[in-house]
Protein backbone atom coordinates (compact mmCIF):
# COMPACT_ATOMS: atom_id res chain seq x y z
CA UNK A 1 0.00 0.00 0.00
CA UNK A 2 2.98 2.12 0.91
CA UNK A 3 4.02 1.91 -2.96
CA UNK A 4 0.74 2.63 -4.46
CA UNK A 5 0.84 5.77 -5.84
CA UNK A 6 -3.10 6.05 -6.56
CA UNK A 7 -3.60 5.27 -3.13
CA UNK A 8 -1.77 8.68 -2.51
CA UNK A 9 -4.08 10.40 -4.80
CA UNK A 10 -6.99 9.11 -3.63
CA UNK A 11 -5.80 10.31 0.15
CA UNK A 12 -4.55 13.48 -1.53
CA UNK A 13 -8.67 13.43 -1.15
CA UNK A 14 -30.31 9.24 -0.39
CA UNK A 15 -32.44 11.66 1.35
CA UNK A 16 -34.65 14.87 0.36
CA UNK A 17 -32.22 17.38 -1.41
CA UNK A 18 -31.78 20.72 -1.06
CA UNK A 19 -31.72 23.36 -3.53
CA UNK A 20 -29.20 26.07 -4.46
CA UNK A 21 -31.64 28.76 -4.97
CA UNK A 22 -32.31 29.29 -1.05
CA UNK A 23 -32.21 32.92 -0.13
CA UNK A 24 -28.36 33.62 1.48
CA UNK A 25 -26.55 30.62 -0.14
CA UNK A 26 -24.21 30.22 -2.76
CA UNK A 27 -23.01 27.38 -4.78
CA UNK A 28 -19.63 26.14 -3.92
CA UNK A 29 -17.93 25.30 -7.80
CA UNK A 30 -16.83 21.57 -8.04
CA UNK A 31 -19.15 20.48 -5.22
CA UNK A 32 -22.85 20.07 -4.48
CA UNK A 33 -22.36 22.15 -1.39
CA UNK A 34 -24.49 25.87 -0.83
CA UNK A 35 -22.99 28.04 1.64
CA UNK A 36 -23.95 31.51 3.49
CA UNK A 37 -20.73 32.65 2.52
CA UNK A 38 -19.25 34.75 5.97
CA UNK A 39 -18.52 38.08 5.77
CA UNK A 40 -14.89 39.20 3.98
CA UNK A 41 -14.25 35.79 2.22
CA UNK A 42 -14.71 34.71 -1.49
CA UNK A 43 -15.01 31.70 -3.16
CA UNK A 44 -11.59 30.67 -4.55
CA UNK A 45 -10.71 29.49 -8.45
CA UNK A 46 -7.68 27.86 -6.77
CA UNK A 47 -9.02 25.50 -4.00
CA UNK A 48 -12.32 24.26 -3.85
CA UNK A 49 -13.81 26.02 -1.06
CA UNK A 50 -13.72 30.24 0.09
CA UNK A 51 -10.75 32.29 1.62
CA UNK A 52 -10.78 35.52 2.83
CA UNK A 53 -8.37 38.57 2.94
CA UNK A 54 -6.06 37.07 5.72
CA UNK A 55 -6.00 33.77 4.28
CA UNK A 56 -7.62 32.19 6.46
CA UNK A 57 -9.55 29.40 4.59
CA UNK A 58 -12.39 26.85 4.57
CA UNK A 59 -11.64 24.23 2.21
CA UNK A 60 -14.70 21.69 0.82
CA UNK A 61 -13.86 17.88 -0.13
CA UNK A 62 -16.79 16.52 -2.34
CA UNK A 63 -16.27 12.93 -1.92
CA UNK A 64 -18.64 11.41 -4.14
CA UNK A 65 -19.00 7.51 -4.32
CA UNK A 66 -17.50 7.54 -0.88
CA UNK A 67 -18.79 6.13 2.16
CA UNK A 68 -19.31 8.47 5.15
CA UNK A 69 -19.63 5.39 7.35
CA UNK A 70 -16.54 4.15 6.51
CA UNK A 71 -14.37 7.15 5.76
CA UNK A 72 -15.25 8.76 9.62
CA UNK A 73 -14.47 5.18 11.37
CA UNK A 74 -10.95 6.89 12.66
CA UNK A 75 -12.75 10.05 12.60
CA UNK A 76 -13.05 10.01 16.62
CA UNK A 77 -11.70 12.66 19.85
CA UNK A 78 -9.49 9.56 20.84
CA UNK A 79 -7.32 8.44 17.36
CA UNK A 80 -6.77 12.71 16.93
CA UNK A 81 -5.84 12.69 20.59
CA UNK A 82 -3.52 9.94 20.33
CA UNK A 83 -1.91 12.15 17.53
CA UNK A 84 -1.31 15.07 19.82
CA UNK A 85 -3.96 17.58 18.56
CA UNK A 86 -5.91 18.93 20.75
CA UNK A 87 -9.31 18.70 20.57
CA UNK A 88 -11.28 21.26 21.76
CA UNK A 89 -15.10 20.09 20.56
CA UNK A 90 -16.55 16.89 19.40
CA UNK A 91 -19.73 15.91 18.73
CA UNK A 92 -21.66 14.09 16.23
CA UNK A 93 -24.61 16.19 14.59
CA UNK A 94 -27.16 16.60 11.68
CA UNK A 95 -25.80 18.61 8.53
CA UNK A 96 -28.66 19.59 5.87
CA UNK A 97 -30.07 16.00 6.77
CA UNK A 98 -27.47 13.46 6.96
CA UNK A 99 -24.93 12.12 9.53
CA UNK A 100 -22.26 14.54 10.48
CA UNK A 101 -19.18 15.03 12.83
CA UNK A 102 -17.74 18.56 13.55
CA UNK A 103 -14.21 18.71 15.21
CA UNK A 104 -12.78 21.82 16.59
CA UNK A 105 -8.98 21.38 17.24
CA UNK A 106 -5.29 23.48 16.94
CA UNK A 107 -3.43 23.12 14.14
CA UNK A 108 0.01 22.52 13.60
CA UNK A 109 0.66 26.47 13.56
CA UNK A 110 0.11 27.45 16.96
CA UNK A 111 -1.33 30.77 15.75
CA UNK A 112 -4.38 28.64 14.30
CA UNK A 113 -7.17 26.46 14.86
CA UNK A 114 -9.15 23.98 12.73
CA UNK A 115 -13.15 23.55 12.26
CA UNK A 116 -13.65 20.07 10.69
CA UNK A 117 -16.89 18.66 9.74
CA UNK A 118 -17.61 15.50 7.80
CA UNK A 119 -21.08 14.23 6.86
CA UNK A 120 -22.70 11.72 3.76
CA UNK A 121 -24.51 8.45 3.53
CA UNK A 122 -23.38 5.06 2.08
CA UNK A 123 -22.69 7.06 -1.56
CA UNK A 124 -21.14 9.73 -0.68
CA UNK A 125 -18.89 11.87 2.06
CA UNK A 126 -17.91 15.62 2.08
CA UNK A 127 -15.48 17.04 4.16
CA UNK A 128 -15.00 20.47 5.23
CA UNK A 129 -11.49 22.21 6.93
CA UNK A 130 -11.33 25.70 8.37
CA UNK A 131 -8.05 27.19 9.20
CA UNK A 132 -8.86 30.48 11.11
CA UNK A 133 -7.00 32.65 13.65
CA UNK A 134 -7.12 30.74 16.99
CA UNK A 135 -7.54 34.02 18.95
CA UNK A 136 -10.43 35.10 16.61
CA UNK A 137 -13.51 33.48 18.56
CA UNK A 138 -16.31 35.28 16.97
CA UNK A 139 -14.93 34.02 13.45
CA UNK A 140 -14.54 30.45 15.16
CA UNK A 141 -18.27 30.77 16.49
CA UNK A 142 -19.50 32.32 12.92
CA UNK A 143 -17.39 29.58 10.87
CA UNK A 144 -19.18 26.58 12.85
CA UNK A 145 -22.84 28.26 12.47
CA UNK A 146 -21.96 28.47 8.66
CA UNK A 147 -20.98 24.71 8.45
CA UNK A 148 -23.69 23.18 10.27
CA UNK A 149 -26.10 25.43 8.00
CA UNK A 150 -24.75 23.84 4.88
CA UNK A 151 -27.38 23.05 2.56
CA UNK A 152 -26.34 19.70 -0.05
CA UNK A 153 -27.92 18.74 -3.45
CA UNK A 154 -27.50 14.96 -3.49
CA UNK A 155 -28.59 14.90 -7.02
CA UNK A 156 -26.40 17.69 -8.42
CA UNK A 157 -24.12 16.48 -11.09
CA UNK A 158 -20.80 18.22 -10.83
CA UNK A 159 -18.61 19.79 -12.89
CA UNK A 160 -14.95 19.46 -12.16
CA UNK A 161 -13.90 22.13 -14.68
CA UNK A 162 -16.62 25.09 -13.13
CA UNK A 163 -14.91 28.12 -12.19
CA UNK A 164 -11.11 27.29 -12.80
CA UNK A 165 -8.16 29.58 -13.73
CA UNK A 166 -6.72 26.95 -16.46
CA UNK A 167 -7.22 25.20 -19.15
CA UNK A 168 -6.27 21.68 -20.54
CA UNK A 169 -6.95 19.53 -23.74
CA UNK A 170 -7.57 16.11 -23.37
CA UNK A 171 -9.14 15.83 -26.71
CA UNK A 172 -5.47 14.87 -28.32
CA UNK A 173 -4.34 12.31 -26.13
CA UNK A 174 -4.93 9.27 -24.20
CA UNK A 175 -5.04 11.02 -21.17
CA UNK A 176 -8.34 11.25 -20.02
CA UNK A 177 -9.87 12.26 -16.21
CA UNK A 178 -10.03 9.92 -14.32
CA UNK A 179 -11.46 11.39 -11.11
CA UNK A 180 -10.82 14.50 -8.84
CA UNK A 181 -10.91 15.50 -5.27
CA UNK A 182 -10.86 19.08 -3.79
CA UNK A 183 -7.97 20.68 -5.95
CA UNK A 184 -6.63 17.34 -7.18
CA UNK A 185 -6.99 15.93 -10.68
CA UNK A 186 -5.73 12.70 -11.85
CA UNK A 187 -5.57 11.88 -15.62
CA UNK A 188 -4.88 8.25 -16.92
CA UNK A 189 -4.82 6.39 -20.13
CA UNK A 190 -8.44 6.36 -21.69
CA UNK A 191 -9.39 7.30 -18.03
CA UNK A 192 -8.29 4.23 -16.35
CA UNK A 193 -5.34 2.13 -16.06
CA UNK A 194 -5.90 -1.75 -15.64
CA UNK A 195 -2.10 -2.40 -16.58
CA UNK A 196 0.57 -3.57 -14.33
CA UNK A 197 2.78 -0.76 -14.42
CA UNK A 198 0.34 2.69 -13.28
CA UNK A 199 0.88 5.79 -15.43
CA UNK A 200 -1.14 8.72 -14.59
CA UNK A 201 -0.81 12.71 -14.68
CA UNK A 202 -1.56 14.77 -11.75
CA UNK A 203 -2.47 18.32 -11.46
CA UNK A 204 -3.21 20.69 -8.76
CA UNK A 205 -4.09 24.43 -9.09
CA UNK A 206 -3.33 26.61 -5.71
CA UNK A 207 -2.47 30.02 -4.88
CA UNK A 208 1.19 31.45 -5.33
CA UNK A 209 2.85 32.46 -2.29
CA UNK A 210 5.05 34.41 -3.85
CA UNK A 211 7.74 34.25 -0.85
CA UNK A 212 8.46 30.90 -2.63
CA UNK A 213 10.41 30.23 -5.62
CA UNK A 214 9.40 27.50 -8.35
CA UNK A 215 12.14 25.57 -7.72
CA UNK A 216 11.00 25.40 -3.73
CA UNK A 217 7.37 24.35 -4.86
CA UNK A 218 8.81 21.43 -6.58
CA UNK A 219 10.97 20.64 -3.94
CA UNK A 220 7.96 20.46 -1.67
CA UNK A 221 5.91 18.37 -3.91
CA UNK A 222 8.59 15.97 -4.84
CA UNK A 223 9.17 15.33 -0.62
CA UNK A 224 5.58 14.70 -0.44
CA UNK A 225 5.55 12.32 -2.86
CA UNK A 226 8.31 10.64 -1.26
CA UNK A 227 6.29 10.53 2.18
CA UNK A 228 4.41 8.16 -0.26
CA UNK A 229 6.54 5.60 -1.39
CA UNK A 230 7.53 7.34 -4.36
CA UNK A 231 11.55 7.89 -4.25
CA UNK A 232 15.13 7.93 -6.14
CA UNK A 233 14.23 11.22 -8.09
CA UNK A 234 17.07 12.09 -10.41
CA UNK A 235 16.17 14.93 -12.68
CA UNK A 236 17.75 14.58 -16.58
CA UNK A 237 17.00 18.06 -17.37
CA UNK A 238 15.64 21.30 -16.29
CA UNK A 239 14.29 23.95 -18.06
CA UNK A 240 13.14 27.75 -16.82
CA UNK A 241 11.17 30.16 -19.36
CA UNK A 242 8.58 32.32 -19.62
CA UNK A 243 5.74 31.82 -21.70
CA UNK A 244 3.94 35.16 -22.19
CA UNK A 245 2.92 36.43 -18.81
CA UNK A 246 3.24 32.84 -17.12
CA UNK A 247 6.45 31.62 -15.48
CA UNK A 248 7.36 28.03 -16.07
CA UNK A 249 9.73 25.44 -14.46
CA UNK A 250 10.10 21.80 -16.18
CA UNK A 251 11.56 18.94 -14.90
CA UNK A 252 12.04 15.59 -16.87
CA UNK A 253 13.96 12.47 -15.32
CA UNK A 254 13.05 9.18 -13.67
CA UNK A 255 11.90 8.04 -9.98
CA UNK A 256 10.99 4.71 -8.58
CA UNK A 257 7.51 3.58 -7.29
CA UNK A 258 8.72 -0.28 -4.86
CA UNK A 259 11.36 -1.29 -7.51
CA UNK A 260 9.63 -0.23 -10.59
CA UNK A 261 11.71 2.56 -12.64
CA UNK A 262 9.68 5.33 -13.50
CA UNK A 263 9.88 8.10 -16.25
CA UNK A 264 8.60 11.68 -14.23
CA UNK A 265 7.40 14.61 -15.87
CA UNK A 266 6.82 18.04 -13.69
CA UNK A 267 5.35 20.83 -15.04
CA UNK A 268 5.01 24.29 -12.48
CA UNK A 269 3.60 27.28 -13.85
CA UNK A 270 2.90 30.52 -12.53
CA UNK A 271 1.08 34.00 -13.24
CA UNK A 272 0.18 36.53 -10.56
CA UNK A 273 -1.06 34.95 -7.61
CA UNK A 274 -1.83 31.47 -9.53
CA UNK A 275 0.26 28.48 -9.37
CA UNK A 276 -0.52 25.06 -11.17
CA UNK A 277 1.53 22.32 -10.70
CA UNK A 278 1.36 18.63 -12.97
CA UNK A 279 3.41 15.66 -12.27
CA UNK A 280 3.23 12.97 -15.01
CA UNK A 281 4.84 9.35 -14.99
CA UNK A 282 4.57 6.11 -16.37
CA UNK A 283 6.82 2.97 -17.24
CA UNK A 284 10.61 4.14 -17.89
CA UNK A 285 10.44 1.98 -20.85
CA UNK A 286 6.95 2.82 -22.47
CA UNK A 287 8.11 5.64 -25.15
CA UNK A 288 4.63 6.25 -26.43
CA UNK A 289 3.37 7.00 -22.64
CA UNK A 290 6.05 9.30 -22.28
CA UNK A 291 4.97 10.91 -25.77
CA UNK A 292 1.10 11.36 -24.38
CA UNK A 293 2.24 12.59 -21.15
CA UNK A 294 4.47 15.26 -22.71
CA UNK A 295 1.69 16.40 -25.36
CA UNK A 296 -0.94 16.61 -22.65
CA UNK A 297 1.70 18.87 -20.68
CA UNK A 298 2.24 21.27 -23.03
CA UNK A 299 -1.13 22.20 -24.00
CA UNK A 300 -1.99 22.90 -19.97
CA UNK A 301 -2.24 26.79 -19.95
CA UNK A 302 -3.34 29.26 -17.62
CA UNK A 303 -5.95 31.22 -18.77
CA UNK A 304 -6.62 33.87 -15.91
Same mark, same amino acid.
Not at 213 to 222: G, H
Given at each position: M??N?????????SL?SC??SQ???????????SI???S??K?M??I?GLQNS???MI???????????????N???DK????GI????FY?TI?S?F?? !?? @?V? $? #?DD?KF???SL?? +??T? /?S?????IH??N?????????E?L????????K???????IF???????????????????Y???P????T????????L???P?? !?S @?S? $? #?????????M?K? +?T?? /??T????R??N??T??L??IG???V???R???Y?????K????????GMC???NL????????????IKI??
Amino acid at each position: MKHNIIYFIIILISLNSCGFSQKGYKHIPRTRVSIKIPSGYKIMNTITGLQNSKSEMIMIVDMVGNDFYTSTKNFTKDKFGMQGITVYDFYDTIVSGFDA !KI @MVA $N #SDDIKFNSISLVF +GDTT /FSTMINSIHNSNDKQLENKIKETLLSIKYNKNKEINPYENIFFSIDTTSTSFKLQGFSGNTYFFMPFGKDTSKNKSLIILTPQPFD !KS @MSL $N #SISRTFTNSMVKY +GTYG /FVTDSTSRYKNKKTDVLLKIGDCYVGVDRKYFYQLIMSKDDLCLYAFGMCDYENLLLKKEIQKFCEKIKIIN
